[in-house]
């Protein structure tokens, strides 16, 4: 068990709609990573919060969104789905201390099916 | 920009036999390397790090990996599998400091292990 809490595990929903995944850090840590896990596209980076602010985007579609809240869980949120957006999402989380050897730990994913 | 190249989509090995994953990372910077297990429907383990000092890393499992600079590579081994390490296995390079805030994967190298 890495620490890391996602719900939900598994996501069914038609094209159009809009889903929200949630995830809850590791105990002390400030900073949430969401990835998105596909066959075609293998892991890709999405978007990186500290401490409640938005430090990083990767690959993310302008209809994805995430926020990470006081308590520091986060949440990314998925619009006008599509078919394509089918995958696998991981949060992960890290204290970040300002140095880069740290280590990310990952969530057991969310897996989402658009239909 | 930095990237990570698992050359072997697939391997079968003998139970009991060694294995040994490839991995070749591109970076522009002193290398933080990390080698993840994804078991069937599970999240992303680490199995080792490789931050700086000693090139010959142990991590869990029975598992090692040697970071050869010279070669940009990062092989990971084990000297007798067992079935329970069946699953897939991701490279990668990156860090989480204040100014490298991710991780990029490798597309994977999925293992058999036959009795």
């Known amino acids: 068990d890495s620490g890391v809490t996602q719900t939900p595990k598994h996501l069914i929903t038609a094209t159009g709609q809009r889903v929200t995944l949630r995830c809850s850090p590791r105990?002390?840590?400030?900073?949430v990573y969401w990835y998105q896990q596909s066959l075609d596209q293998g892991l890709q980076f999405l978007i990186q919060y500290y401490n409640g602010e938005e430090r990083a985007k990767g690959n993310i579609l302008e209809r994805f969104s995430a926020q990470q809240f006081p308590d520091l869980h986060s949440e990314l949120n998925l619009s006008s789905l599509e078919l394509g957006d089918s995958a696998l999402y991981f949060c992960?989380?890290?204290?970040?201390?300002?140095?880069?050897?740290?280590?990310?730990?990952f969530g057991q994913g969310t897996r989402l099916t658009v239909v | 920009a930095q990237s990570v190249t698992q050359p072997d989509i697939h391997i079968t090995v003998s139970e009991g036999a060694s294995l040994e994953l490839r991995c070749n990372y591109s970076y522009g910077a002193t290398p933080y390397l990390f080698w993840y297990v994804q078991s069937p429907g599970q999240g992303l383990q680490l199995l080792l790090k490789?931050?700086?000092?000693?090139?010959l890393v142990q991590g869990i499992k029975g598992f090692e990996a040697e970071f050869k600079r010279s070669q940009s590579s990062f092989n990971l081994r084990k000297p007798s599998v067992h079935w329970s390490d069946a699953a897939e296995y991701f490279c990668?390079?990156?860090?989480?400091?204040?100014?490298?805030?991710?991780?990029?994967f490798g597309a994977g190298t999925t293992v058999t292990v036959r009795a």
């Open positions: 490789y931050f700086s000092g000693d090139t």
């Open positions: 992960a989380s890290s204290v970040e201390v300002g140095q880069r050897n740290t280590e990310a730990f």
């Open positions: 105990s002390g840590d400030l900073s």
């Open positions: 990668a390079v990156g860090g989480f400091g204040v100014n490298d805030y991710k991780l990029s």
